[in-house]
């Protein structure tokens, strides 16, 4: 378990994790209307406004959590979530041989059964290789994430079980907002703001539309200037001197 504390509290802190924190600008979208109607033109309007954005996890709240977790399947199942941007389904559904971990990587089946492959961070290959080899039950099902004890051990961890461990871990830390999907979020904010593209984040979510990827992003007036400014210094040239 040495490998999983010393991850616990060295390795994660340096992690991509400054963690951005506002709303995405709400967009408003007006129904056609109908032709040579005026006066009922209003009547027929309809606003919608889309559903507000989940704020990402603080700094603070994702190592509090961490650091409640005591098993490399744990923490590797969180890492996958914080590091790789996994749906809780997506995880539950991996298999050992759906590990790359040679090559970095890991196919992930999605919605639709469409198949990604992503990079893993090497935080979560240590965790992954260190529950392989000294947690996981021999012999036990086909499934990469098992239970660890009890009747069930050896069988496919189930999404009731996952969301009974992270219930336990909320209680215990007293974040209360760490939920799988909450993770996916701090993922996508923590992208965005370490200067990754919208549709690179479009392809490590797993989304078919753009416009679902801009719902996870969280992009704060400071964002916004901090990006233009890097921009400005890294790819514009200067204007030339006046003679």
């Not at 378990?1 to 802190?13: G, I, K, S, V």
């Not at 700094?59 to 509090?64: G, L, M, Y």
């Not at 492959?117 to 990469?144: G, K, V, W």
């Amino acid at each position: 378990m040495a490998l999983a504390d010393r991850a616990l509290r060295n390795e994660f802190p340096s992690a991509p994790c400054q963690i951005a924190r506002g709303f995405h600008q709400a967009f408003l979208r007006r129904r056609p209307m109908g032709i040579g109607r005026p006066r009922v033109a209003f009547s027929r309007l309809r606003v919608k406004t889309p559903k507000r954005n989940i704020v990402p996890l603080s700094v603070d709240e994702v190592a509090r959590f961490w650091r409640s977790f005591h098993t490399s399947r744990d923490l590797a199942i969180v890492g996958l979530m914080l590091l790789q941007g996994l749906r809780s389904a997506e995880v539950l559904d991996l298999n050992p041989d759906d590990l790359l971990l040679s090559e970095a990587q890991v196919r992930v089946r999605g919605k639709g059964s469409k198949l990604r492959f992503l990079p893993l961070a090497p935080e979560t290959i240590q965790l992954l290789d260190h529950y392989m080899r000294l947690e996981r039950p021999n012999p036990c099902s086909a499934a990469l994430f098992v239970s660890l004890k009890g009747r069930a051990r050896g069988a496919r961890m189930t999404l009731a079980g996952l969301r009974s461990l992270f219930r336990y871990h909320r209680q215990t830390t007293g974040v209360t907002l760490a939920n799988p999907h909450r993770f996916r979020h701090t993922f996508a904010s923590d992208m965005v703001r370490a200067g990754l593209s919208l549709p690179a984040l479009m392809q490590l979510m797993g989304h078919a539309d753009i416009q679902t990827t801009l719902l996870y992003v969280q992009v704060t007036p400071q964002d916004v200037y901090l990006q233009y400014a890097r921009a400005v210094a890294q790819h514009i040239r200067p204007l030339p001197v006046a003679s």
